[in-house]
């Protein structure tokens, strides 16, 4: 994990300076299990610029499962679809815990996430 946290931490600072940086994935140090992977991060001074770029990493970057950006808060979150579910504010809504601990048990589906996530960063980086 700490070096994907590195790796996010590197890609999103060639954006501009961050703020707040949050990275979930990877196996649980302690039980040993896949966890579900997500992404999130608050610029110093976002812009829609950044937020572009972001976007055009996920967008070309092959991956294994649909990811989406959560940007409905001040905190943005890249996470896969299947846990970001439908409708607005999604990550901050009830049902997000739910989604989470129900895609964890897919524990192919966390590997995917992790290798995506590292795979979107790179490229970010490379931008």
């Known amino acids: 994990m700490a070096k994907l946290f590195y790796l996010a931490g590197e890609a999103l600072s060639g954006l501009g300076s961050l703020r707040w940086l949050r990275v ?3 196996r649980h ?3 040993e299990y896949h966890q579900v992977s997500f ?4 610029f110093e001074e976002p812009s829609a610029e950044k937020l572009r770029r972001v976007e055009r990493a996920v967008a070309t970057t092959p991956t294994q499962v649909d990811w989406r950006i959560d940007t ?3 905190n943005r979150l890249l996470a896969p679809a299947r846990i ?3 409708g607005e504010d999604a ?3 009830p ?3 739910d989604r989470v601990n129900s895609a964890m048990q897919d524990q192919d589906f966390c590997v995917r ?3 995506d996530l590292g795979a979107m960063l790179r490229t970010l980086r490379e931008l």
Do not use: Q, T, V
């Open 72 to 74: 409905s808060r001040r």
């Open 24 to 26: 979930s994935g990877g």
């Open 91 to 93: 990550a901050a809504s």
């Open 95 to 97: 049902a997000f815990d």
């Open 29 to 31: 140090s302690e039980y």
């Open 84 to 86: 970001l579910g439908d």
């Open 39 to 42: 992404l999130g991060w608050r």
């Open 113 to 115: 996430g992790w290798a």
